[in-house]
């Protein structure tokens, strides 16, 4: 295992195809965020959270730094507390 890296529990992890191969550690990714440009850095623990805790896919890789992820949350979540109160206007006429 790398220095600095973080063991996996491969029994925690979602296996999509039996062709792919579980991982065995996770070390700190280097990324620039799509939105901002921001350079970004996806630790071995928040991997390890995301592949083992949230079950996410083996395959997904972070894309956004975290105050561009929290705006489109944020921008989800509105949008979902008005199509809501626009369904709950149209049922109560």
Do not use: I
């Not at 063991?7 to 070390?27: I, M, N, R, W």
């Not at 071995?44 to 561009?68: H, N, P």
């Amino acid at each position: 295992m790398p220095p600095g890296a973080v063991a996996a529990d491969t029994t925690q992890q979602v296996h999509v195809s039996p062709y792919g191969s579980a991982k065995k550690f996770y070390v700190d990714v280097a990324f620039k965020c799509k939105d901002c440009g921001a350079d970004e850095v996806w630790t071995g623990e928040q991997q390890k959270w995301f592949y083992e805790v949230a079950k996410g896919s083996l395959y997904a890789t972070a894309v956004r730094c975290r105050d561009c992820r929290n705006r489109l949350n944020d921008q989800r979540e509105l949008q979902r507390k008005q199509m809501d109160a626009a369904d709950e206007a149209k049922r109560n006429g």
